[in-house]
């Protein structure tokens, strides 16, 4: 499937919602270049943790000075990186230094890119935005499930990992920079009921009906 031009696509929505699920299989659907804005905030807060900073201190030098082996690491997604990736991401001169990095990457060949603020701030003129959704109760079980490859059946952990993610969401949507919000011009999905692939259908879909896709 060949879009008719270098698209860039911006996919957002909250944690967990199954924004990088659909982003990563959009972009080989239709051979776009993939960009997970998330992994620079997470790798930014990595770098904050292994220097023993504090995360609520300005952090820029560590956005300004982020290497592609910093993104290529394996322990980016522990639960730690999450909380400290939220507080960083809440700074303006962590967003300020990641933001031409985001564009670069997008301008280069189009892009299907995934995050909080990609319709809104870092291509509000995407040929085509996204914002994806699912219940808090929703994204807890499938976050449990990516970590430990199971569905969690103790209910107790399932709500701990419920107030993590609404705290998590809470914090991205009050930030005063670039907060967690849908474009007004993006098509929202809410993904409880749908799997990975209607998900990715629907969307193409949108695409389609929009003339950017050819046959
Ligand atoms: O998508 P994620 O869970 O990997 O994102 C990690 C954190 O980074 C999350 O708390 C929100 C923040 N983020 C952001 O503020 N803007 C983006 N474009 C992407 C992520």
Redo the contacts with the bound molecule.
Sequence with gaps: MKPTKKLIIAV?GP??AG??TLAKSLAQVLGLPYL???????AV?RRVIDQGANPHDDATVFAESLETDDLERND??QPEV?QA??L???QPGV?AALLER?RHFGRLGGAVI?????GTV?FPDADMKFFITASPGVRAQRRYRQRYGHDCDDETVLQKEVRAITE?DQ??AS?DV?P?KPAIDAVMIKTDHLTAADVLHKTLDVLRERGLLGS
């Design positions: 957002d944690a967990a924004k990088g997970d804005t998330g992994l620079l905030y997470r807060a980016l997604r999450d990736a939220s960083v991401a809440r967003r985001q995934d995050g909080r603020d990609i870092v998590r914090q991205d930030r670039a967690l």
